[in-house]
Structure formats: structure tokens, C-alpha cells
């Protein structure tokens, strides 16, 4: 029979190429998303026999219908510009929003899966960072409604887990990237892409010397969907473990898109992670999932969809 999953913020980045993901193994999608930083823009592809869409807040109880059988949670605003202009939606989300959504799994007798984040690590004393690191974070700071919605959404999904018997699963959703992100959401990808495209300056914090690493989206999609099909309820970690330095990823981003940007340095914003990369070993372990797209050629496709994107505009 033809399972249904449910998929809040599935019109975001993520959101919608997990729509795409689940539509080619013949699920039936009910995408939720209230737009408050989803773009319908992101679904329009789909044909609407193959997707319900409802605009819905979650902060608010909600019902359906239909029987489910999974639930992907990514609903929030995700980037720093996103959750820094939207601080109580953000908080909301993750705690309102989290639990509306586990009293649906419970009624619905449904798997869930929380798209939780390494935000939650904070800014890390140690590199890599694994599951069993508690994090650094500065709760009252301005990333805290971020780190913090999201800290306590792990909280209460395992409380679920643990005395509802809920099936739980919780990703930490390191930096992924590609097609379908916003320009102007303030992740270093598509600004650096946005500014060489556009010949303008590239905009590095700090020195540039602060780490990232970069997952694929379609690498990520797939990490997802292995582990809500898993044995494992606590959280695991999948990302890109290849680390590398802002300023090397300007320096790529440049190359690729044959640039001529230069690149200019301002301060640091406040509780910027030095570094940030996963420890990847349960999901290679328990998920048998590791990332497959190389950094050119996944920065290669997403420069190449953000250029058509501009031409058109």
C-alpha cells in the first residue's frame, strides 16, 4: 500500500527536496508550511495530484484527516538573518511547534523524524563534535532562540520517545547546500555564489579562518530517510566531515563561477562558531550513509542554478 509522510516547512530549502525524494518512491506528500520563510516557489514543479499542500502554522494543534505514516519536522526558520528577525517564531516552532506535531505521531501511530541541527553543539570546544558532546552554548545570546529552540526540541521528542513510545529519530543537520536555497538568508554558499555572480565583493567574517563543512542536499535527503527507517532513536550527526576554512570556500566559489570578485573582510558576528564539523561515524555505522557529491561538483550545480535564477530575474 502506498505509504503517506508528512513533511512541516516542506515549501524550504531541505523541506521540498525531501518532497521531491519521498514523490519518487511513490509516497503520497502533505507538504505543511505557513511561508513564513518557505517559498511556494520551491514546490511549483510538483504536479498537484502528487502532493497536498497545506498553509498551516504548527504553533497552533493541528489535524489531519488522512492516516500517516511518516512525519518529517523541519518546520523553522533556519538561517541566522531568518531566526535573528524572528526570534519568538523561532522559539514557537521549536517548542510549540514540536509538540503539536508529536501528539500527531502519537494519535496517528506515525514514525517522526526532528530535523535538529549542530547548532545545538553551539560554539564547540572540541573538533570534531559528536552525539555524546553536550555543546557550548550561550543560551541568552542572540543565536540562543536558535540553539535553544532546538536543544529543547530534542528534549521533548525523546521524552516522547521514552514515555509515550513514540518512534522518534533525530537528525543533527549539519551545513548542507544547493539548488532552492535563498539568496539573502546569510549562509556563506549562496551569498559568496550571489556575489561573484553579480560582481560584487565577497563578504567574509572575520579572517575567513573560522571551519565549516558542506553536505550535498541530495546527500542529506538521503541520510534523513535512512535513519526515520533506522533501529536508532537518539540523535545522529550527518553532515560533510571534509572541513575547510570560510575564506578556502570563497576562494572555491570564486574559481568555479570564474569570478572576478574580491574579497573583503568585516567583524565577526556575535557567537559565530570558530568551528564546525561532524563526527560522522554512527550514521557511516548504523545508517551505512556518508556523503557521496564532492564540494566542486555539488558548489558546481548549485552556482550553475543560482546563475539561471538571476538571468531570470
Not at 555543546?135 to 528534549?155: Q, W
Amino acid at each position: 500500500m502506498q505509504k503517506t509522510a508528512l513533511i512541516t516547512g516542506g515549501a524550504g530549502f531541505i523541506g521540498s527536496h525531501l518532497c521531491d525524494y519521498l514523490l519518487n518512491k511513490d509516497f503520497k506528500v502533505i507538504c505543511v508550511d505557513n511561508l513564513i520563510t518557505g517559498s511556494l516557489e520551491n514546490i511549483k514543479h510538483i504536479s498537484k495530484g502528487d502532493l497536498i499542500y497545506l498553509n498551516y502554522n504548527i504553533t497552533e494543534p493541528i489535524e489531519i484527516k488522512e492516516n500517516i505514516d511518516y512525519i518529517f519536522h523541519l518546520a523553522s526558520p533556519a538561517s541566522p538573518i531568518d531566526y535573528l528577525r524572528l526570534p519568538i517564531q523561532t522559539l514557537k516552532v521549536g517548542a510549540m511547534g514540536t509538540h503539536n506535531i508529536l501528539e500527531l505521531a502519537k494519535a496517528k501511530r506515525a514514525k517522526i523524524l526532528l530535523a535538529s541541527t549542530s547548532e545545538v553543539y553551539g560554539d564547540p570546544k572540541i573538533n570534531p563534535q559528536d552525539e555524546d558532546y553536550w555543546g557550548h552554548v550561550n543560551p541568552i545570546g542572540p543565536r540562543g532562540v536558535y540553539d535553544e529552540a532546538k536543544r529543547f526540541a530534542e528534549a521533548i521528542t525523546m521524552a516522547y520517545q521514552r514515555q509515550q513510545g513514540v518512534g522518534t529519530y533525530i537528525v543533527r543537520i549539519f551545513n548542507t547546500y544547493g539548488p532552492r536555497m535563498k539568496k539573502k538568508d546569510g549562509r556563506a554558499v549562496p551569498s559568496f555564489i550571489c556575489q561573484s555572480i553579480e560582481k560584487k565583493d565577497i563578504t567574509v567574517f572575520g579572517d575567513g579562518s573560522q571551519t565549516r563543512s558542506f553536505c550535498f542536499i541530495s546527500d542529506m535527503v538521503e541520510g534523513i530517510y535512512k535513519l526515520i527507517n533506522s533501529y536508532y532513536h537518539l540523535p545522529i550527526n550527518v553532515g560533510n566531515p571534509e572541513e575547510m576554512t570560510i575564506l578556502e570556500l570563497a576562494k572555491k566559489i570564486i574559481h568555479l563561477s570564474g569570478s572576478r570578485s574580491k574579497i573583503v573582510f568585516q567583524d565577526m558576528p556575535v557567537d559565530d562558531p570558530k568551528v564546525r564539523r561532524p563526527d560522522i561515524k554512527k550514521a557511516v555505522e548504523i545508517l551505512d550513509w556518508k556523503p557521496k557529491t564532492s564540494i566542486e561538483k555539488g558548489l558546481t550545480k548549485t552556482i550553475n542554478w543560482f546563475r539561471e535564477k538571476i538571468n531570470r530575474e
